[in-house]
């Protein structure tokens, strides 16, 4: 199957497939989610040249983390390509994403699709690529993955497709292997930065909650101190005011 970086943005799935009125609300729904995450946090972008192709490597921010944490996505175009014409956006591509959701919904029909970058291949894990995701993809088929429409559309934003745009890197393909990591890795740092967020929002809420604990003391205190006062102020009338009914009868 030939995908060009064109497809990834409007129709992965390939011709046929799905409503065209639910693809354009996916699309657009995908759009905003991009524009609100770019706002947010800085996506990280190199190209590289390698034996006649140009690697894409954009590193895409997490929309779930507060802190900026990366998924690599790199997007390899195959620039001999008689397809390739002035532009990049035609041109056959392959595709990588260590996001989760790549690895485990879409990175079994992707790989049957022949899609999936041959030397990062080893960067996905022996089950991704060959038990199907018969609960969240039982389709078998490459849709909208956030963190690949993600990497494509600031590649297209940026019109980092036009030939002379950028000048890529040359790079021994080791060199760009070792830059990327591998599912188990991303997702053990993934859940190390979760779980620190998750204390550091439960320490907040507990001083929080500390705080207006104290508040709610100092205010009862107050309260009560107020109720002594009020009575001590009502003992002493009370005591003059029988005084001066003595001091009446007595006359």
């Known amino acids: 199957m030939i995908m060009t970086l064109h497809q990834l943005l409007t129709n992965p799935s390939g011709r046929g497939t799905g409503d065209v009125g639910a693809r354009f609300r996916i699309i657009d729904d995908l759009k905003k989610k991009y524009l609100a995450l770019h706002k947010k946090f800085k996506f990280k972008f190199a190209a590289y040249e390698k034996a006649g192709r140009t690697v894409f490597y954009v590193q895409v921010p997490s929309e779930t983390l507060n802190k900026s944490f ?14 390739t014409k002035k532009s990049l956006l035609e041109s056959p591509i392959k595709i990588f994403s260590n996001n989760m959701a790549f ?9 049957k699709d022949d899609l999936i970058i041959p030397w990062l291949k080893d960067k996905i894990s022996e089950k991704a690529l060959t038990q199907k ?3 969240r993809n039982p389709n078998i088929r490459l849709g909208f993955e956030k963190s690949i429409f993600f990497a494509s559309q600031f590649i297209l934003d940026n019109r980092l497709f036009e030939k002379g745009k950028v000048k890529p890197v040359q790079l021994k393909e080791e060199e760009l292997v070792d830059m990327i990591d591998d599912t188990e890795t991303i997702l053990q740092k993934y859940n ?6 998750a204390a550091k929002r439960k320490k907040e ?11 709610k ?3 009862q205190k107050k309260k009560k101190n107020t109720v002594k006062r009020t009575s001590s102020v009502r003992k002493v009338k009370t005591v003059k005011k029988a005084k001066k009914v003595k001091r009446a009868n007595r006359k």
């Open 217 to 219: 003391a100092i205010a």
């Open 192 to 197: 190390k930065q979760k779980k620190f967020e």
């Open 70 to 83: 990366y998924f690599d996505v790199l997007i390899e175009v195959d620039t001999l390509a008689k397809e």
């Open 205 to 215: 809420r507990n001083r929080i909650r500390a705080a207006e604990a104290r508040k």
């Open 103 to 111: 690895m485990f919904i879409y990175a079994y029909a992707a790989n």
């Open 133 to 135: 995701p018969v609960v």
